[in-house]
C-alpha cells in the first residue's frame, strides 16, 4: 500500500491496533491479510521515523548529539 494517508503518531497507532483485530478475526482473505499487513507495515515504519525524529529534537534541545 503505496499511497496511505497520513496519520499523527497516535492516528497511526490507532489504525495499527484496529488491524491487528482485523487480522485476529478468521474471516479475512489471504488478500485482505496481506493488505492489512502491508498497510500496518508501513504504518509501523512512519512511527519509528516520528520517534527518531522526536528523540533528535529533545537530544538537541538538551544539548547532546545523537
Given at each position: 500500500?503505496?499511497?496511505?494517508?497520513?496519520?499523527?503518531?497516535?492516528?497511526?497507532?490507532?489504525?495499527i491496533e484496529?488491524?491487528?483485530?482485523?487480522?485476529?478475526?478468521?474471516?479475512?482473505?489471504?488478500?485482505?491479510?496481506?493488505?492489512?499487513?502491508?498497510?500496518?507495515?508501513?504504518?509501523?515504519?512512519?512511527?519509528?521515523?516520528?520517534?527518531?525524529?522526536?528523540?533528535?529534537?529533545?537530544?538537541?534541545?538538551f544539548g547532546?548529539?545523537?
Amino acid at each position: 500500500m503505496t499511497d496511505h494517508p497520513i496519520y499523527s503518531y497516535d492516528k497511526a497507532l490507532q489504525r495499527i491496533e484496529e488491524i491487528v483485530k482485523q487480522l485476529e478475526e478468521d474471516d479475512k482473505s489471504i488478500d485482505e491479510m496481506s493488505s492489512l499487513v502491508k498497510e500496518a507495515s508501513v504504518l509501523v515504519k512512519d512511527c519509528k521515523v516520528k520517534l527518531r525524529a522526536t528523540e533528535e529534537d529533545i537530544l538537541k534541545a538538551f544539548g547532546e548529539e545523537g
